[in-house]
């Protein structure tokens, strides 16, 4: 949330936000907050987050700038302005055992990162900014994926925690 503030602090007013693999839904009701103008898509694989941010988003009473898709990454829309990504983090493939499938999509980048540079490469559509969460235990280069799809990394806020450190980078799209 913090990174999302800094982007409003700097007057960025994005028309289109999409919140890729958005849980519950607090980034994505965060961002129309913060940026009054916009329309907010929250994306998820998971039909269990989906209904959690769509009860997020009506209790916050947003369901006319929130919209809330179940689809991979940002497939499902067209062109938008800003993309938020809280990537999953561990080197691990996904269990498929049923039920723990959509648990482990949470947090299950793949062995060598596969599923987090996807979700990188989803959020590298944006036109205009990119704001993505990763850890120290992403595998995958995440930074040299957003700046290979035509982005320069701004900055990058980090968090230490128990056995890992938490890094919100903020792109912005080079014009050329």
Known sequence: MEALSKLAAW?????????????????AVEAARLFPRAFVVATDVNPHAVL??????????????????????????GAFDLAIANLPYLPVDLEDDGCNRYLSMAWAAGERGE???HLCREAARARGYAVIVYSSLT??????CIESRG???AF???????????YALVARRVQG
Request: glycine share 16%.
């Open 11 to 27: 007057g960025i007013q994005p028309g289109i936000v999409v919140d890729i693999g958005t849980g519950s839904g607090l980034l």
């Open 52 to 77: 959690a941010a769509l009860r997020r988003v009506k209790a916050e009473g947003l369901e006319g700038r929130v919209a809330v898709a179940e689809c991979d990454g940002a497939g499902c829309i």
């Open 115 to 117: 599923r987090a540079l």
């Open 139 to 144: 595998p995958g280069d995440v930074k040299g």
């Open 151 to 153: 982005f320069r990394v």
């Open 156 to 166: 990058i806020l980090s968090r230490k925690l128990f056995f890992e450190e938490l």
